[in-house]
Nanobody, 125 residues
């Protein structure tokens, strides 16, 4: 399984950005696909995901992204998006997409076996 994240860039507070993750190789219907982010000097944290066994959306427990970020599956097979609205400076991070084999849903980075290279999002005025 290979993942390629793209779409990052420099934006101003309040702007929107859509990240894309192209997933290639053999993935199973019961694999979870998720977005994580890692800010400088901080641990990698879960942002949002699509569960295996149904593809329902799930988001970080905190209110940091809920209501502003939306994860979705693209019409092109193997594409997953992260739509980010009302961006804040604290959203600045490298964003990664990842796949967890035979996992319904998880927010733990260690459960994910396959990772993309990351795309940098910088929110600054």
């Amino acid at each position: 399984v290979q993942l390629q994240a793209s779409g990052g860039g420099l934006v101003q507070p309040g702007d929107s950005l859509r990240l894309s993750c192209a997933v290639s190789g053999r993935t199973l219907s019961d694999d979870a696909i998720a977005w994580f982010r890692q800010a400088p000097g901080k641990e990698r944290e879960f942002v949002a995901g699509l569960s295996g066994s149904g593809g329902s959306r799930y988001y970080a427990d905190s209110d940091s992204v809920r209501g502003r970020f939306t994860v979705s599956r693209g019409s092109t097979k193997g594409t997953v998006y992260l739509q980010m609205n009302s961006l804040k400076p604290e959203d600045t991070a490298v964003y990664y997409c990842a796949v967890a084999r035979k996992v319904s849903r998880s927010q733990v980075p260690g459960r994910y076996s396959y990772w993309g290279q990351g795309t940098l999002v910088t929110v600054s005025s």
